[in-house]
């Protein structure tokens, strides 16, 4: 870091030699500094300066500072190395003028007019170049969301694990995060089922997720390279290993979601038993509206199964059976209590359980 500047060696862009490097660098002293992008390729091109280097070095950033945008240098790059190389072989072949070539047949090539890439498509291609964002960090304008969704940072969290210093952030708790998808390996178990591991980062540091079948199946599609997500899990913390998170939901950080995730938790705190506090008792059964009509008789009973009350997924099973009304009645089994919990509403027992099978798995959901 030098001032407010960064400086990061070329060695590091993607297709870029050290003995390109070491050409560059000799050439600037022997010639002066480079006066534009076509006075860079007019006097690299004898240095073999091939396409594919060239397109790596605008899409880093390497010619930022002379105030010209990548998407248009993208456009004309082709051309003006052709150019470039057409001038050095006339030059070999002494078609160039007799006092040094100090005016060539060279067509300089005008840049377009066009709108630059957006500032998170620039950041994308820093970080498929270079392996890291160098102008800034995608997360920054999303600053806003992650606030919305009550997320913590992926850097506080680290740190509280490592010195306690926040009870709500040791192993154990359930927090939600926001972050860019930096990787993701998908493996399978050795019980056949899929999971995978998945890195996610902020402006303050990365954190690995693992992400079961079941949380899989329902966050796959927003799990994708350099998207942003909130995800909604359980720290992982044990001694000499790095914090994790046991994921257990997976949404795309946007604005539709974050007012949606927002509400589904205040609605889970107000509706179900706050963490670590006794479950409410059996709410009283409500008076009945073409929204929630009563079981009818003789009807189907869908019965789910949760681990317990405090399951991240509980407001869900809930609003599965606000959102399919029906005659059917719905009988909530709660593992650790050994309870039987029945929904004070009639549910349509095959739509409620297509709703769930997807988040809680086949083998919870059950119509009797």
């Not at 003006?80 to 070999?92: E, P, W």
């Not at 995730?261 to 889970?268: D, L, M, P, T, V």
Request: hydrophobic share 35%; aromatic share 6%.
């Amino acid at each position: 870091v030098v001032g407010e500047h960064i400086r990061f060696g070329l060695g590091s862009v993607k297709n870029v030699g050290v003995g390109l490097i070491e050409k560059l660098v000799s050439e600037r002293k022997s010639g002066g500094k480079f006066l534009g992008f076509h006075d860079f390729c007019q006097r690299m091109s004898s240095y073999d300066l091939n396409k594919r280097v060239l397109e790596n070095l605008i899409r880093c950033g390497a010619f930022d500072s002379l105030g010209l945008k990548r998407k248009a240098l993208l456009s004309v790059y082709e051309s003006v190395l052709d150019s470039a190389a057409a001038d050095q072989k006339r030059n070999l072949e002494g078609q160039m003028d007799l006092f040094g070539g100090t005016e060539t047949r060279t067509t300089v090539a005008r840049l377009p007019e066009v709108e630059e890439f957006s500032k998170r498509e620039l950041l994308a291609m820093e970080r498929e170049t270079c392996g890291l964002y160098l102008s800034g960090h995608p997360m920054e304008e999303l600053r806003p969301l992650s606030a919305k969704v009550g997320a913590i940072a992926i850097g506080k969290l680290i740190e509280a694990c490592e010195t306690g210093s926040d009870p709500a952030l040791q192993d154990g708790k359930y927090v939600t995060l926001t972050g860019i998808v930096s990787s993701l390996k998908l493996k399978t178990t050795k019980k056949g089922s899929n999971m995978a591991y998945v890195t996610i980062e902020d402006t303050s540091g990365s954190l690995e997720l693992l992400v079961f079948e079941r949380a899989l199946s329902q966050g796959a599609a927003y799990l994708q390279a350099d998207q942003p997500v909130i995800v909604y899990g359980r720290i992982s913390a044990r001694e000499e290993e790095e914090p994790k998170l046991m994921t257990e939901e997976v949404y795309p950080l946007n604005d539709n979601y974050a007012s949606r995730y927002r509400e589904i938790r205040r609605s889970a705190s107000r509706t179900w038993q706050s963490r670590g506090q006794e479950p409410p008792a059996p709410p009283r059964p409500a008076p009945r509206t073409d929204a929630q009509p009563a079981p009818a008789a003789g009807g189907k009973t869908l019965w789910v199964k949760m681990s317990s009350l405090n399951d991240a997924r509980m407001d869900y099973v809930k609003q599965a059976f606000q959102q399919n009304p029906g005659g059917d009645k719905a009988i909530l089994y709660v593992l650790d209590r050994k309870q039987k919990m029945q929904w004070q509403g009639g549910v349509n027992a095959p739509d409620a359980m297509n709703a769930l099978t997807g988040l809680i798995g086949a083998k919870n959901v059950a119509i009797r």
